[in-house]
Structure formats: structure tokens, C-alpha cells
């Protein structure tokens, strides 16, 4: 049995027992909300003394209170007791340690229930901003390598089989544009965080006449939740964000996948500095790919946090239940998984080399000029399904004698269709197939550099907000 006294513990006749005590107790883990739940506390006693329930004084001697508690956290002195249950109950108790009588009143007009939903909104808020600039690094360094690599011809893939020839600044710059929603959706995500629950009391508001707008304001909410009973039980914010976090770690899953097959033997497409590779202990002559593959692997961590967190709220009645303690661990693991895998490829992009003449030699294997054929038949008055069967007997005659299309010669392809001239050469070459995408959004080199040069105009834009 426990013998610290609980802030709560008047009514009670017994003390809490061990077990039950560590296990009801999240301070190990919402110690992290340490500086939001001061920043709410501050900006709570200021709108306290404004409606005339805290004395300037005592306002100010709980501030500076608080203040002197931030420093003894932030060095590591602070004492946190796990029979104080969480954050905000080992922060007031210290608190009225410190300053007496003045901090027993802070709590006035407040609930730990929409005492911890507003710190987790200000978490989630700071979080939010933090990872917006590791995807705005990741994309200024895709941008960066798509400019340099807009003439650079690669294999497009469909089924992983060589389809069509693209431009590699044209395939980064696909990354970019996945990357550009994610960060939207962040954005968006950010309106519904930035919310603030304080007021809301246990749920049904409080006796005192609170300025909840002075509060929201000083805390940089753009207002008030609207319902007591809303604001201190959803946590669909966090069950937001860890989707908004999910589409994002499937993309850089994506990346990731891509990145281990270019940099194999059998692709060698890239290379990765040494400084995000990893060798093996038994094999002298491996490198590997890890940062990627890490990457990859803890997309699955994230999607179940999502998962975890959908399944807390599922069945939860209104207003505030224990369960909501359980949101923190896998929100907080969503927020470091992210923000580690972002910062990871922000990192790596600059470094990454791709191999040009290997990605060139492999566009050339694989028949990739076939549609351009196909059009140019098209544009000689041949259906297209006609022209689809001709080219696919090209490809045949091929196949058949180890020929690329542009090597097959002019008397062979006018067998196939006298529509056929020697200009046809031009469009078989990977350089005029890729030439020829030359629209919004397709390939071109010049295409590419003109994305490229919205695309920053927009990150600039971006920046100035
Ligand atoms: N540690 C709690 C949580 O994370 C704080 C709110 C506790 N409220 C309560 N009524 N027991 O949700």
C-alpha cells in the first residue's frame, strides 16, 4: 500500500494499491507533455487573474513557479513520482511545494480532462510544424536532384517491366508531388488540432465565468471547442494525424522500396552514400541498403498505431474515459517514427548518385520505343489497334534476332508496313521518346525543368507562410 497522499484522495478511506497505482500511472511516458502542460498552466492562471479569480500576485508567483519548474525539468533535476500518477498532477503538486498556498488555486475552474487534451493539441501543433519542415527539406532536395537529373533517361516501369522511357528528374519529381499532399493534408490536419479543449472543466464547463477566447488566444488556438463534452472525449485529431502519418510513411515505403532495387547489382541505378549503408559481418563485400529498408519496416509500426488508436475511441461512451490515456504512446510513436524517417531521407537525398549510363543501358533493353512507333504509325493514318498488332510483330523480329527496335533496318520495319519511313529512327531513339512527351506533365526534359521551377516558386510561397 501507497502512503503519498493523492490530490484526490479525500473522499477516499484506503490507500491505492502498488500495483494499481503503477499501473493507472502515465507520468513515464506524458512526462514529454511537460512544457505544454506549463505553457496551458501560464497562459490558465493569466486568464484567472483577468476574471478576477487569481490576485496579480498570486499570478504572477504561480508563473514564476511554473517557470522555475521548466528549468529544473529541462535539467534533469526534477523528481517525478510515479505515485503522482501523470505529468499535470506532478507539476501542480511541485508547484505548491514551491509556492504554497498560491498553487493550490491554479486548478481553479480546470479538469486533468481538458487539462491533457489541450496539451497534447499544443504537442501535436508543435509536432506538426517540426515535421512540415523535415517534407519541405526532403522535397527542396528532390527538386535539387531532378533539375540535375532532368535529361538522365531511365526505364519507366509498369509490373516492373520495362515500359516507357522516362526522364529520372520526371520520376523524382513524382516523390515530390506524393510528398506536396502529404503536406497539405498535415496542414488541413493542423486546423482540427488547433482547437482548444481548456474550459471544457471534467465536461460540463465550469462555475466560474471563464474567458475561454482570452486563453485559446494567449495559447495561439485559432478558438474554443465549441462542446464541453466533444472537447475533453475525442481524440479523432490524433486519429487524424496518425493518418495523415500513415499515407505518408506508404509513400516513403514506397520510395524506400524503390531506393533498395536501384541500389542492387541487378539494377545498379543509384548509389547511396556509405555514411546511410550498413556493411554485413559476415560478407566483406556487401552494402547495404538499411536506412531505406529501416524506413520501410516501420511503416508498419505507424499504420498500427493507427489501427491502435481507431480501436481506443471505437466504443467509448462521452464524455472522458481512462482508456484516452492509452492515446499517448502510439501517438507519440507516430510522431518520432515520422519525423526520424522524414530527417532520414532530408538527409540522404543530396547524396544520392545515380548511375547514368546504367539507367540508359537498361531503357534500351526492353522495347520501351515500342508506343512511339505505335503513334508514329498512327500519325500516318494506321488504327492504332492495327499499328499495335504491327509493332508487336517488330518487337517479335526483335526478340527473335536480339535486336533493340532502333537497330532493326528500314527494309525490315517497310515489311511490316510500307507506311514506314527513315525518319522512323528518330522516335525509336529513347532521347526522341522522350522528347516527344513534351505537355503538361509529361516527361520532356524541358518539361521537367519547368515543374522543377513551379515547383520552387511554390516552396517559396510556401516558406513566406
Ligand atoms: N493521465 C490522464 C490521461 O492521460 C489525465 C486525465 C485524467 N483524468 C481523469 N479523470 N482521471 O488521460
Not at 148 to 164: C, K
Not at 334 to 341: F, I, Q
Request: a negative charge; hydrophobic letters at 40%.
Amino acid at each position: 500500500m501507497s502512503s503519498e497522499p493523492k490530490p484526490w484522495a479525500g473522499r477516499f478511506t484506503e490507500a491505492t494499491d502498488a500495483f494499481v497505482e503503477a499501473f493507472t500511472a502515465s507520468v513515464d511516458f506524458d512526462k514529454r507533455l511537460a512544457p505544454y502542460d506549463i505553457q496551458g498552466s501560464i497562459a490558465h492562471a493569466a486568464m484567472l487573474k483577468r476574471i478576477g479569480v487569481l490576485s496579480e500576485e498570486e499570478c504572477q508567483i504561480i508563473t514564476q513557479g511554473l517557470e522555475q519548474i521548466r528549468g529544473e525539468i529541462e535539467r534533469g533535476e526534477f523528481s517525478w513520482s510515479v505515485k503522482l500518477e501523470d505529468v499535470h498532477m506532478n507539476i501542480e503538486a511541485r508547484l505548491t511545494e514551491r509556492v504554497g498556498e498560491a498553487g493550490k488555486k491554479l486548478h481553479t475552474g480546470r479538469s486533468r480532462n481538458d487539462q491533457v487534451a489541450t496539451d497534447v493539441r499544443l504537442y501535436l501543433r508543435h509536432e506538426i510544424d517540426r515535421i512540415i519542415r523535415e517534407i519541405l527539406r526532403l522535397q527542396t532536395g528532390l527538386l535539387d536532384l531532378a533539375e540535375r537529373e532532368a535529361d538522365t533517361i531511365m526505364p519507366g516501369f509498369t509490373h516492373l517491366q520495362v515500359a516507357q522511357p522516362v526522364s529520372f528528374g520526371h520520376h523524382l519529381l513524382a516523390w515530390y508531388e506524393m510528398l506536396s499532399r502529404d503536406r497539405e493534408r498535415l496542414l488541413d490536419c493542423r486546423k482540427r488540432v488547433n482547437i482548444m479543449p481548456l474550459g471544457a472543466a471534467a465536461l460540463a464547463g465550469t462555475t466560474f465565468p471563464l474567458d475561454r477566447f482570452y486563453t485559446a488566444e494567449l495559447l495561439g488556438f485559432d478558438r474554443p471547442a465549441a462542446n464541453s463534452l466533444d472537447a475533453v472525449s475525442d481524440r479523432d485529431f490524433a486519429v487524424e494525424f496518425t493518418a495523415c502519418a500513415s499515407l505518408i510513411m506508404m509513400h516513403l515505403s514506397r520510395f524506400s522500396e524503390e531506393l533498395i532495387l536501384w541500389t542492387s547489382a541487378q539494377f545498379d541505378f543509384i548509389d547511396l552514400p556509405d555514411a546511410f549503408c550498413t556493411g554485413s559481418s559476415i560478407m566483406p563485400q556487401k552494402k547495404n541498403p538499411d536506412v531505406p529498408e529501416l524506413v520501410r519496416g516501420k511503416s508498419g509500426r505507424v499504420f498500427g498505431h493507427l489501427m491502435s488508436l481507431l480501436t481506443l475511441m471505437k466504443s467509448q461512451p462521452l464524455a472522458y474515459n481512462k482508456d484516452n490515456q492509452e492515446d499517448k504512446e502510439p501517438l507519440f510513436d507516430t510522431v518520432d517514427t515520422l519525423r526520424n524517417c522524414l530527417r532520414a531521407f532530408a538527409d540522404m537525398m543530396p547524396h544520392v548518385r545515380p548511375n547514368r549510363d546504367s539507367m540508359y543501358n537498361s531503357a534500351q533493353k526492353g522495347y520501351a520505343t515500342a508506343t512511339d512507333l505505335a503513334d508514329y504509325l498512327v500519325r500516318r493514318g494506321v488504327p492504332f489497334r492495327d499499328a499495335h498488332e504491327i509493332v508487336g510483330k517488330a518487337v517479335r523480329l526483335g526478340i527473335e534476332t536480339g535486336r533493340d527496335l532502333a537497330h532493326l533496318s528500314l527494309t525490315e520495319l517497310q515489311r511490316l508496313s510500307a507506311t514506314i519511313g527513315p525518319d522512323v529512327f528518330e522516335i525509336l531513339t529513347l532521347e526522341g521518346s522522350v522528347r516527344a512527351r513534351n505537355h503538361f506533365g509529361g516527361t520532356a526534359p524541358d518539361q521537367v525543368r519547368a515543374a522543377v521551377k513551379q515547383a520552387r516558386q511554390r516552396l517559396e510561397e510556401v516558406a513566406k507562410t
